[in-house]
């Protein structure tokens, strides 16, 4: 059966200043906010880029990125399936980053059953947001940090059946990645191989806390690095220079701050 998942709807990155963070967003993916209210007692910004939202949460305890919401063909498919797969959820309702007033219904998975890292689930509305020239470039790649990332991919491919296309691991990279496909952008599994045990060490028992997953950075799709390197300079970011990127072809560059604590690459890809 295929999956219920056809995309990633939206980031959640939870901030200190809200307006502080809502003004580096607006700079860092060059696209204005489409929203910015109060919701349920917090201050939240929207941000739509060509094909994923980011929501901006204003928090007193910032933990920068958070969750990840799913985009489905249908809420009760994918409830079934989460009770196939043993993964309780709950109903909750959340703004849409359309001009909609009215939330939407989202399904939360517990997070004890997803590795420690929050996911929701929402039904895709029908008209498409995602195709305007003028929204920001677009996400290319979420980073999921592990500590046992058979464990991660096991929850990725088998229980929420995300494509997998590479599993490698790189002696010069120090770490092992494996990439699912979720609509056109790449979910990444990272576990680093630097601190892993010998073989005949015993491993720590599936479940223990230091094997919780978390979410660790984005890469964002850029036109032109070289103007990106440029326009954010003068905006005042601390970028890296353009440096070649691991994807043949591709050119990349670090943004070292303005990002509420959010690893953050920007990438030029070949032309295809």
Same mark, same amino acid.
Request: charged share 30%; aromatic share 4%.
């Given at each position: 059966?295929?999956?219920?998942?056809?995309?990633?709807?939206?980031?959640?990155?939870?901030?200190?200043?809200?307006?502080?963070?809502?003004?580096?967003?607006? %700079?860092?993916?060059?696209?204005?906010?489409?929203?910015?209210?109060?919701?349920?007692?917090?201050?939240?910004?929207?941000?739509?880029?060509?094909?994923?939202?980011?929501?901006?949460?204003?928090?007193?305890?910032?933990?920068?990125?958070?969750?990840?919401?799913?985009?489905?063909?249908?809420?009760?498919?994918?409830?079934?399936?989460?009770?196939?797969?043993?993964?309780?959820?709950?109903?909750?309702?959340?703004?849409?980053?359309?001009?909609?007033?009215?939330?939407?219904?989202?399904?939360?998975?517990?997070?004890?059953?997803?590795?420690?890292?929050?996911?929701?689930?929402?039904? /895709?509305?029908?008209?498409?947001?995602?195709?305007?020239?003028?929204?920001?470039?677009?996400?290319?790649?979420?980073?999921?940090?592990?500590?046992?990332?058979?464990?991660?991919?096991?929850? $990725?491919?088998?229980? $929420?059946?995300?494509?997998?296309?590479?599993?490698?691991?790189?002696?010069?990279?120090?770490?092992?990645?494996?990439?699912?496909?979720?609509?056109?952008?790449?979910?990444?599994?990272?576990?680093?191989?630097?601190?892993?045990?010998?073989?005949?060490?015993? /491993?720590?028992?599936?479940?223990?806390?230091?094997?919780?997953?978390?979410?660790?950075? $984005?890469?964002?799709?850029?036109?032109?690095?070289?103007?990106?390197?440029?326009?954010?300079?003068?905006?005042?970011?601390?970028?890296?220079?353009?440096?070649?990127?691991? /994807?043949?072809?591709?050119?990349?560059?670090?943004?070292?701050? /303005?990002?509420?604590?959010?690893?953050?690459? %920007?990438?030029?890809?070949?032309?295809?």
């Amino acid at each position: 059966m295929t999956s219920p998942i056809l995309a990633i709807d939206h980031l959640t990155i939870s901030v200190a200043d809200i307006e502080n963070e809502t003004e580096n967003y607006s %700079l860092l993916l060059d696209t204005p906010p489409v929203r910015h209210r109060n919701e349920d007692g917090s201050e939240r910004t929207v941000f739509q880029t060509r094909n994923v939202a980011v929501h901006l949460v204003a928090s007193d305890q910032p933990r920068g990125l958070e969750a990840m919401c799913f985009e489905v063909d249908s809420l009760e498919r994918l409830h079934r399936r989460l009770e196939r797969v043993a993964i309780p959820s709950t109903e909750s309702l959340v703004a849409t980053a359309d001009n909609s007033e009215e939330p939407q219904t989202l399904r939360v998975s517990t997070q004890d059953a997803t590795r420690g890292i929050q996911l929701s689930f929402r039904e /895709k509305i029908r008209s498409d947001r995602r195709n305007h020239s003028e929204l920001g470039g677009g996400l290319d790649h979420v980073v999921i940090a592990s500590q046992n990332s058979e464990g991660t991919a096991f929850l $990725l491919g088998s229980q $929420l059946a995300l494509d997998m296309r590479m599993d490698m691991s790189r002696r010069e990279w120090k770490a092992r990645l494996m990439f699912f496909r979720c609509g056109d952008l790449i979910v990444e599994v990272f576990e680093s191989l630097e601190t892993q045990e010998s073989p005949s060490e015993e /491993k720590q028992p599936r479940g223990n806390e230091s094997e919780q997953d978390r979410f660790y950075g $984005l890469t964002w799709r850029v036109d032109d690095a070289e103007a990106s390197h440029k326009r954010l300079t003068e905006a005042g970011f601390n970028v890296s220079e353009v440096r070649k990127g691991r /994807k043949p072809g591709s050119r990349v560059l670090t943004v070292r701050d /303005k990002t509420a604590e959010v690893a953050t690459l %920007l990438i030029e890809l070949p032309n295809s």
